[in-house]
């Protein structure tokens, strides 16, 4: 962890960047408003600063805002934004042109929807250091070359030459990376950069890029809205809500002891989790049987020989990463892929294998939640006729019966009936619809519901709600389910059993406590000590670790991105 | 139009005096019209006094239903009065055509209720949408009351050929000196016939069969689209074969080489449009649909056990309406200028029918004297299909932009 | 290159078995008849005698198939037959009328494309302004405008007032290209306002949707200039969309040149097709059908290819 720096050295600590009440506002229907209501940034010379918040809370608009930017419908309305004590909203188009890309960079969420498909990587990335004059065309790919090794891609004299869609969406976020350092720029906008690959390819781009902002001195903004992530990265961290600041502090105190409550609630997300119930020896109510599926014109199965029990009143979390085949095996649960070879057996009946051939009560029986509430709701239905269609379908309900159920449903997962019955589903947030799902779900009196990444599109603290209505729920209704998550957060939380898989195979299973105690199988040791902790000391003692494991000769790898 | 999203008048005031009152006045209004100005009995007006009635009540079972404001009632009230007058003071047009006045009235109440009912909407559309509501309206109100509003009859010849414009009525058995001057606003026609009638019944003419066609297209293009997708599998293939097989003759060619073998008249030119242009319907409706039925909603109702009759009725339907009710727009457009195109080549409407196309190929000799009058016809077509677009953009910017 | 390949040698196929089919569905609609084309065109009127001569000298006593095949050779081979209403030889007919089609679609392509996409573009970039609303209202009203109300006041503007143009295309094979040009400049100018308007709007639209996608923005915050940001980043992904509305458009020119051909009278395919129907000559409407079908598919064609050659996506595989 030597300092060599490369830039005119001992600037650090000085100011590079201020906005001083920035405002922005937003339009909607040609109407605006504001989001982000007067916030105050600081930033020195080779600091990082993690920006952190739920969705809604302006932190991507406020990074991109360093860059004098705002997005087609949004627009800067009101402070000052210092950069090098230059205020950018009264520098000229021309002159901000001249720091973006080559002063300040951007490293956005999505890298494969960031490139330019038309262009091979190493156009793109000597496109900003020969426009701006830093570098020439040939020193430029030299330069490409060296960044992309020293962010560990693979094969690097080769990999440049390539066009987007052939890099894999862990190494291109890495390849985007060397872009933004590709002028080597003061100040680098991180924006949700790790979002959306899995853990395991989560911690290799984390890594590089803390050795590359430490390598090259360079300042940034980290935005992100996992807490343990920024943890890992920020020296500060600036807690934002709704276009406020919560709370502002340096990172180890701020996760040791925060001020606020919002950020206390953050950090507790967590930390719950409900004890973990013994076997029961009765007999299992959905028996998985050696399952191989395929889709139709697909050259290979995607499932090999899954096989697991669930057993009444317990949880069994099935993990994996993308690709791992966790949600093909829920279909072929509920019937909607017939699997090639094996059975589902319910209450140690084997079910049809296509859903069109289960009677009523057997579909009644599973139910299924889905991870996009938004789309998981007919948005011209109203809250009475989604959660009242089972009850007339399945039970028979009708008029008043129907109507006192719908009310009852609705109190149950927490809703005042009065004010949501007549809603529609657009008038209902994130989490709202996703209670909906489940009072639709539990409308059918099912014995077994399948949830299927239910918290993962949700806000931390809204998806902790959720879970703990779910486990209330399984114990007044003596429900079980099958928890299909990515997040290992979620598994510790509430499975009583973990289903580990990773390209369509069951790699390891057993109850909870056992799985989370070594000695584990490689891949799950792998994905559990790749979920981020709180510990801003994690990720480097981590990544000691595996070098240390990798010097004995023990390689572990992930999916393959 | 109950299941888009406009909003609604919410600011409720409720006066149901006056709309009881202006549902009665229509009521007795229009059994009048049917009792006292047909001469003899006759099945029609039988039919005519049963749809005054069913009339009335839906009127005034749906307008108690709506959420509205009292002001709304006034304005409705006041134009259905308006209505009537007019049609007292020419009690003699008006009660000759009873069906006419009774659509008419129809049309002038259920248009300004949906203004009124859209108000808050319709407020912030641009200005070009309330040109082509405007335009959408009076276009509706002539084609129905063509024979009242129109001074001459469609086939009538009361002047020799090519009279100019406002020449004087001269023919004593059309035009008794003892009813006034008439006169042949806008000239007359190669066969002296009254160019303005017959442009007041083209409307009525080449609107109608339009929207028949129009009606006939969707209906079969949209059923086949909905089922296409919902259903997948071989009648997808299937349907979707046929379907690129007749897009791939051009419209144009292709409705000329059957009209070639069948003949052209009103049924086989309705027949073959609508089912050429039912292609272009069930394109998008399948295409839209398709996008719902990946919904996680619809593998619900899937999982659920529900039929393929309620996921089509309750899940792709209401999702699908939007684009579904933007496309009725355009393609009656569509319909509307290529029965006016297959007119004019003298292939559509045959003579002495009135229509729009083939009255701009019969005077077109005109224009070589700088005589405006065949771009009159003309500009009845494209002024009604600029106001149906200029609509239909409102509406397709209002709906999308809903959405995000 | 192997996945181009077989995509291409696909669609091509694909293109063809579409053609033969419209093939069959052109030759087999005049079995729809209720007599037969004899009876049809000779009357009620017309003795058993005069109705036999005329199906043997037009094979109507051989099957269906027969007949289909040796119309479709003849169709490839150039041997149309005959024309009923003059018994001229249709390929001679229809040769030069597709001539003078094509060259009336090809000068109205000339002038169109250039401007749609300027404007089009233009609209994108500047989208929402003043600019771009009124352009919208324009083409949004010469979309919903017949054809002969545009060429109408064409007429009496540029021909009849002004005298510039003539208001007939009377274009004979001795005349020189510009003579030509000349005579057809009306026609083509209808065509041009009508298909500018489509494509106008389609190339805005695709570009806009271009616009918003993250590369995009990427390149604005690496700071290039708008120009470069326009020519290396959006149009190179442009290229798709754009050959597909200009190669579509085209499609649409060859179907709209009928009723501008009638208006000036153009001797045109279009003219010669409604001509006949109205003469009821069967081969020769059958005959310009099917040229009309060939080059509505084979543009379409042309356009799927282009889309094809143009994504990087295939062009670079994995």
């Not at chain 1, 793109?124 to 701006?132: G, V």
């Not at chain 2, 293009?221 to 051009?250: F, K, Q």
């Not at chain 3, 009923?84 to 030889?89: F, G, S, V, Y």
Request: negative net charge; contains cysteine.
């Amino acid at each position: 962890m030597s300092d060599t720096t490369e830039k005119a050295p001992p600037q650090k600590g000085d100011v590079l960047l201020e906005m001083r009440g920035l405002r922005i506002e937003g339009r909607a229907d040609e109407v605006w408003f504001e989001i982000v209501h007067g916030v105050d940034v600081t930033l020195k010379r080779g600091e990082v600063l993690g920006l952190i918040g739920e969705s809604g809370a302006g932190k991507s608009t406020i990074g991109i805002a360093a860059m004098g930017f705002a997005r087609d419908g949004c627009r800067i309305s009101d402070g000052e934004i210092l950069f090098e004590g230059q205020d950018l909203r009264k520098t000229p188009e021309s002159e901000l042109r001249k720091l973006r890309g080559n002063r300040i960079s951007y490293v956005a969420q999505s890298a494969a929807a960031s490139f330019n498909p038309a262009h091979k990587l190493i156009d793109q990335y000597c496109e900003a250091p020969t426009q701006h004059n830093v570098l020439s065309r040939s020193d430029a790919e030299r330069d490409a070359v060296s960044l992309f090794r020293r962010l560990q891609l693979p094969d690097p004299e080769n990999i440049v030459f390539r066009y987007p869609h052939q890099v894999s969406g862990g190494q291109l976020q890495r390849a985007m990376t060397a872009m933004a350092m590709s002028c080597r720029p003061d100040l680098i906008i991180f924006d949700e950069p790790t979002t959306a690959l899995d853990v395991t390819t989560q911690i290799e781009v984390l890594a590089a890029i803390k050795d590359a902002v430490k390598q090259f001195n360079t300042a940034a903004i980290y935005i992100t809205h996992d807490l343990a992530v920024v943890a890992q990265m920020a020296d500060r961290i600036m807690v934002l809500r709704y276009g406020d600041l919560v709370e502002e502090g340096v990172t180890g105190p701020m996760v040791a002891e925060p001020q606020e409550d919002y950020t206390r609630d953050l950090l507790a997300v967590r930390t719950f989790s409900v004890e973990e119930r013994a076997r029961p020896e009765s007999k299992p109510i959905v028996e998985v049987r050696n399952v191989t599926a395929q889709y139709r014109g697909a050259p290979t199965p995607v499932l090999h020989n899954v096989d697991f029990k669930i057993h009444k009143k317990r949880t069994v979390a099935v993990v994996g990463e993308s690709g791992s085949g966790k949600s093909t095996t829920a279909r072929v649960i509920t019937g909607l892929l017939p699997p090639l070879e094996g059975e589902v057996l319910y209450d140690g009946q084997a079910l049809p294998k296509d859903f069109r051939q289960r009677n009523k009560d057997q579909l009644r029986k599973l139910q299924m939640i889905y991870q996009m509430a938004d789309v998981a709701v007919n948005p011209k239905q109203r809250i009475r006729d989604i959660i009242g269609r089972p009850l007339s379908f399945y039970l028979g309900l009708s008029g008043k019966k129907k109507e006192e159920r719908i009310r009852e449903l609705l109190s149950l997962i927490e809703l005042e009936p009065d004010m949501f019955i007549d809603r529609l589903p657009s008038e209902l947030s994130g989490g709202q619809k996703q209670r909906i799902c489940i009072a639709r779900a539990l409308a059918a009196e099912p014995e077994m519901i399948i949830c299927d990444e239910v918290t993962s599109a949700l806000d931390q603290l809204v998806a902790e709600g959720i879970l703990k209505l779910l486990t209330r729920l399984q114990d007044e209704l003596d429900l079980a389910y099958m928890f299909i998550t990515h997040d290992l957060a979620t598994v510790r939380a509430i499975s009583d059993e973990v289903v580990v898989m990773l390209q369509g195979r069951v790699v390891e299973q057993g109850p909870r406590t056992e799985m989370f105690t070594p000695p584990h199988h490689e891949y799950t040791d792998l994905l559990l000590s790749s979920v981020p902790e709180m510990d801003p000391n994690w990720l480097d003692g981590l990544l000691d670790r595996r070098e240390q494991l990798a010097k004995e000769g023990r390689m572990v790898s992930g999916a393959g991105n | 139009m109950a299941d888009t999203d406009m909003s609604v008048a919410t600011d409720t005031q409720v006066s149901p005096l006056v709309c009881r009152a202006a549902t009665a006045v229509v009521y007795a209004f229009l059994l009048a019209v049917f009792l006292l100005g047909v001469g003899e009995f006759s099945p029609w007006v039988i039919l005519g006094i049963a749809a005054v009635h069913a009339y009335a009540f839906i009127a005034y079972k749906y307008w108690s239903g709506l959420e509205r404001t009292g002001t709304g009632d006034l304005v409705v009230a006041a134009v259905s009065a308006v209505f009537v007058i007019a049609a007292l003071i020419n009690w003699g047009s008006f009660s000759a055509y009873a069906w006419e006045t009774f659509f008419g009235m129809a049309v002038v109440q259920g248009g300004i209720l949906c203004v009124v009912q859209y108000w808050k909407t319709l407020r912030q559309a641009p200005p070009s949408a309330w040109f082509g509501l405007i335009v959408v309206m009076v276009y509706a109100l002539l084609a129905i009351l063509a024979p009242i509003v129109a001074p001459f009859g469609e086939t009538s010849i009361v002047g020799s050929q090519y009279e100019l414009w406002g020449a004087a009525c001269t023919k004593v058995e059309l035009c008794p000196p003892e009813a006034g001057a008439k006169q042949m606003i806008l000239g007359t026609d190669h066969l002296g016939r009254d160019m303005l009638s017959r442009l007041i019944y083209g409307a009525r003419n080449t609107i109608g069969l339009a929207f028949l066609t129009t009606i006939l297209a969707f209906s079969l293009g949209g059923v086949m689209g909905l089922l296409a997708a919902s259903l997948g599998g071989w009648v997808d293939n299937l349907t979707s074969r046929v379907v690129d097989i007749l897009m791939a003759i051009p419209s144009l060619v292709f409705s000329l080489l059957i009209l070639t073998v069948v003949g052209t008249s009103y049924v086989s030119i309705v027949l073959v449009i609508a089912v050429l242009d039912s292609t272009r319907v069930y394109r998008l409706a399948r295409a839209v649909a398709m996008n719902i039925v990946v919904m996680d909603y619809v593998e619900v109702a899937k999982l659920r056990g529900e039929g393929l009759w309620y996921i089509i009725r309750h899940e792709l339907l209401p999702n699908a309406m939007p684009p579904l009710v933007a496309e009725f727009g355009l393609r009656f457009c569509f319909v509307f200028l290529f029965i006016s195109a297959l007119s004019f080549l003298g292939l559509g409407l045959q003579p002495p029918t009135a229509d729009w196309g083939s009255m701009v190929k019969e005077n077109a000799t005109l224009i070589t004297f700088e005589d405006v009058t065949p771009l009159v016809p003309a500009g009845a077509i494209a002024l009604l299909t600029v106001g149906v677009n200029f609509v239909v953009d409102w509406f397709l910017h209002k709906t999308s932009g809903l959405k995000s | 290159m192997d996945k181009i390949l077989k995509m291409m040698s696909q669609r091509i196929g694909l293109g063809l078995i579409t053609l033969l089919l419209v093939s069959m569905i052109i030759a087999g609609i005049v079995e729809l008849l209720p007599g037969d084309m004899c009876q049809e065109i000779l009357g009620q009127a017309a003795t058993e005698e005069t109705v036999a001569n005329c199906r043997t000298e037009n094979g109507l006593d051989r099957p269906f198939y027969v007949r289909y095949g040796e119309w479709l050779v003849g169709m490839v081979t150039g041997d149309m037959g005959k024309s009923l209403a003059n018994k001229r030889e249709i390929a001679e007919l229809v040769g030069v009328r597709l001539g003078n089609t094509l060259f009336l679609a090809a000068y109205a392509a000339a002038i169109s494309v250039p401007i749609a996409l300027t404007l089009g573009i233009l609209a994108a970039l500047y989208r929402n302004s003043f600019y771009d609303r009124s352009v919208n209202v324009f083409t949004l009203s010469t979309i919903s405008t017949p054809e002969f109300f545009v060429a109408y006041i064409l007429i009496l503007f540029l021909s009849v007032k002004a005298g510039i143009f003539p208001s007939i295309s009377n274009i004979a094979p001795d005349h020189g290209f510009l003579d030509r040009l000349e005579r057809s400049t009306l026609p083509a100018f209808t065509l041009t306002l009508v298909v500018v308007a489509h494509m106008m709007r389609m190339t805005r639209a695709a570009i806009i949707n271009l616009l918003a996608s993250p590369y995009i923005e990427m390149a604005r915050l690496k700071g290039l200039k708008p120009g470069r940001i326009i020519v290396k980043h959006a149009l190179p992904n442009a290229l798709a969309p754009i050959i597909n509305v200009v190669v579509l458009n085209l499609a649409y020119l060859i179907v709209g040149v009928v009723i501008v051909e009638v208006v000036f009278v153009y001797p045109g395919l279009g003219q010669l097709l409604v001509d006949s129907v109205s003469k009821r000559d069967f081969p020769v409407v059958q005959a310009s059908s099917l040229l009309f079908a060939f080059t509505f598919i084979a543009l379409n064609l042309l356009a799927d290819i282009l889309s094809i050659l143009s994504n990087p996506r295939l062009l670079h595989p994995r």
